[in-house]
């Protein structure tokens, strides 16, 4: 009978020493793999927090995660209560989310944008995103969009339907009589086809409402204006208004206002761009034809034809072309058009 301590090591097989070198080898490469991946992130790390004083995105990518993982344990990250309050405050002052999510990986090791869509619902997250693209500031980096303009500057804006004009862009109040006790912003409800003014460039999103403001502004030119804006000449009027394209039109041609809104004509005259008393005293250098010349669309498509020894308005740039050089300038009325330069010479007003 056999001994039961005894053991047949006959029936285990014999692993040639190559393979368990080589497996050695194997293992040795991923340890060092791993080490010198977990030193890179460290390295990666350190560099980030050095730079924090001084980097904005860095500062950024910290407060987010402060919002995503208050406890500051990286493992709990899941079990904490997010902040989306500070998450969305965060945004409105993120100029380079591409840098900020960069940051945030060399910092936490973890993916920005994987995080904030676990811990914010699909609608808190599109509002992130929402927010981070309507800062003007923003900067467009590789492969990401630039920023989402609501309106150019200078652009002409018509009340589409009944839009309420504000005079700070929150839509919060209604004008409803529960709410009399709340902050009232609210100026005046616009009429279908009214002529608001000219966007100003200025914009804002309120992510509360989910509503994307645009400022609109005008100047009084009291010499054509109606009896009670006869007072008020040269005197500023702004407000905020919805951008959504349901509410209001936006225009970049006064010709393209008039074929859809003919009523809005009359009012162009009083309603002023902001700089009109401004380009009303001579500009430096101003555009004069010297023949008949046709004026042309941003499309160089003729639109009109000027005749000679007219004073067009403020030169603005040239562009060369194979069909010859031509001259942008700014109209009285603050419209870009454009010119063949043979036609035309600069007077300088010095």
Not at 9 to 23: E, Q, R, W
Not at 180 to 199: C, M, T
Request: net charge positive; glycine share 4%; aromatic share 10%.
């Amino acid at each position: 009978m056999n001994n039961p301590t005894d053991t047949n090591y006959s029936s285990i097989p014999i692993i040639p020493a190559k393979i368990v070198n080589g497996i050695l080898v194997i293992g040795g490469v991923f340890v060092t793999y791993k080490l010198a991946q977990r030193l890179l992130l460290e390295y990666k790390k350190s560099t980030t927090q050095s730079q924090v004083d001084d980097s904005p995105s860095a500062r950024q990518a910290i407060g987010l995660r402060s919002a995503i993982n208050p406890s500051g344990i990286s493992w709990f990250k899941s079990f904490d209560t997010t902040s989306v309050s500070v998450v969305l405050e965060t945004a409105k002052s993120i100029t380079n989310l591409d840098q900020v999510a960069k940051d945030y990986s060399n910092l936490f090791g973890d993916n920005l944008l994987d995080d904030l869509q676990s811990e914010l619902s699909a609608s808190e997250y599109q509002t992130f995103l929402s927010i981070v693209a309507s800062n003007p500031k923003k900067q467009a980096g590789q492969g990401s969009a630039p920023a989402v303009e609501y309106a150019k500057a200078s652009s002409l804006v018509v009340a589409k339907k009944e839009v309420t004009l504000r005079t700070t862009p929150d839509a919060s109040n209604h004008g409803a009589i529960y709410e009399q006790f709340s902050d009232k912003n609210i100026i005046r409800l616009a009429k279908p086809g009214e002529f608001l003014g000219y966007a100003t460039g200025r914009q804002q999103y309120d992510q509360k409402n989910n509503v994307k403001f645009i400022e609109v502004a005008f100047v009084v030119n009291a010499v054509k204006a109606p009896s009670a804006y006869k007072d008020k000449n040269k005197l500023r009027i702004s407000f905020w208004v919805s951008s959504s394209s349901e509410y209001v039109d936006i225009f970049p041609f006064y010709k393209n206002m008039y074929d859809a809104y003919p009523a809005t004509t009359p009012f162009t005259g009083w309603m002023k761009p902001q700089d009109f008393f401004t380009l009303k005293g001579l500009p430096s250098s101003i555009l004069l034809t010297l023949y008949n010349a046709p004026i042309l669309n941003e499309q160089l498509m003729a639109i009109n034809l000027a005749n000679a020894n007219t004073l067009l308005g403020e030169p603005i740039m040239s562009l060369q072309t194979t069909k010859g050089e031509f001259t942008q300038f700014r109209t009285v009325d603050n419209t870009l058009r454009w010119v063949e330069k043979k036609y035309t010479t600069i007077l300088t007003n010095s």
